[in-house]
C-alpha cells in the first residue's frame, strides 16, 4: 500500500505564489505516475498537472505557464508549484499517484482572494 501527506495549502492574494508538497511512502517503488488534481467548490473533480516516472509532464490548460510540478525520487515527493495565482484557482488539491490501483492525498485547501 501507498500513503501520502499533504501540506502547502493556504490562504493568498491574486498574484501571490503557493508550493504545495505531497510525500509518499509505503511500497512506493510501484509508483508509475504521481499527479494532483482539484475540485472547486460545486464543480467535479480535474486534473491539474502529471509527472511520469521518466519525468516527463503535462498540464491543464488553465493552469499552464503558471504552475510547475516536480519531484524528489529520493524523497518520494512531488511538489506543485502554483505561480500567479487568480480567484479561480480555488478548490480542494489532492496529490494522486497510480500504481495498479489509485491513491489520494487527505487534500489541502487553496484559496486565493481578490
Known amino acids: 500500500q501507498v500513503q501520502l501527506v499533504e501540506s502547502g495549502g493556504g490562504l493568498v492574494q491574486a498574484g501571490g505564489s503557493l508550493r504545495l508538497s505531497c510525500a509518499a511512502s509505503g511500497r512506493t517503488f510501484s509508483i508509475n505516475v504521481m499527479g494532483w488534481f482539484r475540485q472547486a467548490p460545486g464543480k467535479e473533480r480535474e486534473l491539474v498537472a502529471v509527472i511520469s516516472s521518466a519525468g516527463t509532464t503535462n498540464y491543464a490548460d488553465s493552469v499552464k505557464g503558471r504552475f510547475t510540478i516536480s519531484k524528489d525520487n529520493a524523497k518520494n515527493t512531488v511538489y506543485l508549484q502554483m505561480n500567479s495565482l487568480q480567484p479561480e484557482d480555488t478548490a480542494v488539491y489532492y496529490c494522486?499517484?497510480?500504481?495498479?490501483?489509485?491513491?489520494w492525498g487527505q487534500g489541502t485547501q487553496v484559496t486565493v482572494s481578490s
Open positions: 494522486h499517484v497510480r500504481t495498479i490501483v489509485n491513491y
